[in-house]
């Protein structure tokens, strides 16, 4: 992971959703089938964990709220079916996103080797200053380690991506953890144009619900 300038910042996650946010981002959670992204959102916001796995159904929508510093930021997790044969059909709704969290699985070639596709896909429809953040998951089960770290890193340099780590669902994350790092960085992005009539502060100060900005809308279907 690449080093952030995160010691001058203080966070503080927030558990009443009826909270007032300052500022709102739209974030992104995608990748192939079976990667781990619904269990990591799971285990980051309701730590819960279940090695059942269980399809999700076209997407679906978490809300993560935290403090950085004195500032809300209310983030609108939409968590992505990953199968391919539904994938043109979502690509829409990546519009407006302000975080892309890709996902693989150290423990599956074939979902680190689709990285860079799904990297393109965000690329295209995500706005032009996303902060785009990769994640090996499954880092736990080395027995069965196909994808090393030092791949995952030369992706994230490659595609100037915002960061990169290995993590595992299973066991947690530790402080502070993606999303977190995400917000800081998101902070500072609204802190040096807050003065300036731009389209980052005019994002990042938006505070609606961007459901029904993501252009057209995609009925939820079943898929994996």
């Not at 402080?175 to 731009?198: G, H």
Request: charged share 30%.
């Amino acid at each position: 992971m690449e080093k952030l300038e995160i010691q001058n910042y203080k966070t503080e996650i927030i558990n009443d959703l009826n909270t007032k946010n300052d500022l709102f981002a739209k974030v992104q959670i995608i990748g192939d089938v079976k990667v781990g992204k619904t269990t990591i959102l799971n285990r980051l916001i309701k730590n819960i964990f279940k090695a059942e796995y269980i399809p999700t159904t076209g997407y679906d929508f978490n809300t993560y709220l935290i403090k950085v510093n004195n500032t809300v930021l209310k983030m609108q997790i939409w968590d992505m079916c990953g199968d391919k044969n539904y994938r043109s059909a979502l690509l829409n709704l990546y519009r407006n996103a302000v975080v892309g969290i890709l996902v693989y699985s150290v423990c599956s070639r074939e979902s680190f080797n689709n990285v860079e596709n799904w990297i393109t896909d965000l690329k295209k429809y995500a706005l032009p200053f996303s902060k785009l953040i990769l994640l090996g998951n499954k880092s736990d089960d080395q027995e069965k380690r196909e994808v090393s770290f030092e791949e995952g890193k030369k992706i994230c340099d490659k595609h100037n991506l915002l960061f990169f780590m290995e993590v595992s669902a299973k066991k947690g994350f530790e402080s502070p953890n993606f999303l977190e790092l995400a917000a800081i960085t998101l902070y500072q992005d609204y802190e040096n144009n807050k003065d300036d009539d731009n389209d980052i502060s005019a994002t990042l100060m938006n505070r609606t619900e961007s459901i029904m900005l993501a252009g057209t809308r995609v009925k939820k279907r079943d898929c994996c």
